[in-house]
């Protein structure tokens, strides 16, 4: 399971990576303005249509999420307009203050850590206000929480002016997701969680109705002007130089994906779910997230027992695990099982026996 030099993680990012995606990153390097680099960048870009689920186009950007959650802010809230972030966790807590760094007025919904959103909030903040932008996160990678995104696209959908711009950086390709179906204008990523890449390349689904706000927008930066971008990904390329190497690892990754198809990705992830939230209660810990909102790739486990989360993450790097401990202020309280990527049950029930050694079950 585990060599003398690697442990393998069961952290929410990045997880794991299988040998054969870390080997796609060794292919002799091209020049990124060249006619080979228009060729992987066109397969990349019809694989991840058929992965977001849309006939839009798919940025690229060696970035992480947060990145894009800067290029969201800055490229779809006008100025003198108001965005609506919708936050419980730590993570679109962070989101929200990018809009603020960034000079946007922004307003609030906050529901408790392990709370989700539902769209009856949202429709009640639309009917008293005009927003540029809903902002919410698919599933909150502090917390376990997946929030019903088809559900608040629903109610966000008749609001003409009004985008809806996803974080799924923990979600896609683990969570269902459906960009065209559903009405998303944004749906952004990253390579190092359920991809199950290395970490540096980000990537967003993108409606024209982003592209026509932001060409709407005086001050959209440099490195994260989506106008630029579009100008670029039209000539199969991008504005500045891309992780070459990774992207031939996503390239690799993306056949695996489609030859397992998403539906069935998301069908383990849901079963790994259950693996690991029915084990968090058979042992009296308990979910910290609200029932009906677990999370297909992360279980954020309530510490029920007090368990020293320490001591467990020492325990299970003896074999060969690379734990979690909780996040934020909820950081040993709770403790994350990451099952994200490409990992099987098969593993899934190994790390849940090592975890029933150390409590001693």
Request: hydrophobic share 40%; charged share 25%; with cysteine.
């Amino acid at each position: 399971m585990a060599s003398a030099n690697h442990k393998r993680l069961v952290i929410p990012g990045p997880v794991e990576v299988r040998p054969e995606i870390l080997q796609a990153q060794t292919e002799w390097m091209i020049g990124h303005r060249t006619k080979a680099f228009e060729e992987l960048f066109a397969r990349l870009q019809d694989k991840l249509r058929r992965a977001f689920f849309t006939q839009s186009r798919v940025f690229v950007h060696g970035s992480s999420g947060t990145g894009m959650w800067e290029g969201a802010s800055r490229n779809c809230i006008r100025d003198g307009k108001k965005a609506l972030h919708l936050v419980g966790g730590s993570f679109s807590e962070r989101w929200a203050e990018i809009s603020q760094l960034n000079g946007k007025q922004i307003d609030v919904i906050n529901v408790e850590w392990g709370q989700p959103h539902r769209p009856e909030m949202v429709a009640e903040a639309l009917k008293k206000e005009t927003y540029d932008a809903v902002c919410v996160v698919h599933n909150e990678t502090s917390t376990g929480v997946t929030n019903p995104i088809k559900d608040i696209a629903a109610v966000v959908r008749p609001y003409e002016d009004t985008l809806l711009l996803v974080d799924s950086v923990s979600g896609f390709l683990g969570a269902e997701l459906r960009v065209d179906e559903w009405g998303l204008d944004m749906a952004l990523t990253s390579s190092q969680k359920a991809f199950a890449l290395p970490p540096g390349l980000a990537f967003a689904a993108i409606s024209d109705r982003v592209l026509e706000r932001a060409k709407q927008v005086s001050n959209r930066g440099y490195y994260f002007d989506f106008v630029e971008i579009e100008a670029s990904l039209k000539k199969n390329n991008t504005p500045a130089t891309p992780p070459v190497s990774l992207m031939f690892a996503a390239d690799k990754q993306l056949d695996d994906v489609m030859a397992e198809t998403v539906e069935k990705r998301w069908a383990r992830h849901l079963q790994m779910r259950e693996m690991t939230t029915t084990w968090a209660e058979a042992r009296e810990f308990g979910v910290f997230a609200a029932k009906g909102y677990w999370s297909p790739t992360i279980t954020c486990v309530a510490n029920g027992r007090n368990i020293n989360v320490d001591d467990m993450a020492k325990f299970m790097g003896g074999k060969g695990f690379s734990m979690d401990k909780g996040y934020g202020k909820i950081k040993g309280k709770t403790f994350r099982i990451a099952h994200m990527g490409d990992m099987q049950p098969t593993e899934l029930e190994t790390i849940l026996a090592g975890l029933d050694e150390f409590i001693g079950q």
